[in-house]
């Protein structure tokens, strides 16, 4: 079974940045898509990035240009850099796995990491 375990939230003052990571247990990291998710107090999680197997990434639009998520399979391990921050991306941080193929459905998430922006 696929554990995943985040780090790396914290308090941080608008305009300053954060590095969030997610170690992945198991042998399906490199075939797998990773993406991180977000949940303010209040609101649905959403959708944040995402980097499929290939490194290929997409981004929400609220957060393009001031993020960047990457992976490192002998790690096994994706992070998010988090540049610029706002007031507005205060939520719990959550990153999870998916694997698909014709044999296996995996989806496991992140208990997730808390970032608060403020002053």
């Known amino acids: 079974q696929v554990q995943l375990v985040e780090s790396g939230g914290g308090l941080v003052q608008p305009g300053g940045s954060l590095r969030l990571s997610c170690a992945a247990s198991g042998s399906r990291f490199r075939f797998a898509s990773m993406a991180w998710h977000r949940q303010a107090p209040g609101k649905e999680r959403e959708l944040v990035a995402t980097i499929n197997s290939g490194g290929g990434t997409d981004y929400a639009d609220s957060v393009k240009g001031r993020f960047t998520v990457s992976r490192d399979n002998a790690k096994t391990t994706v992070y998010l850099q988090m540049n610029s921050l706002k007031p507005g991306d205060t939520a719990v941080y959550y990153c999870?796995?998916?694997?698909?193929?014709?044999?296996?459905?995996?989806?496991?998430w992140g208990q997730g990491t808390l970032v608060t922006v403020s002053s």
């Open positions: 999870k796995i998916t694997v698909v193929n014709p044999t296996e459905f995996l989806e496991v």
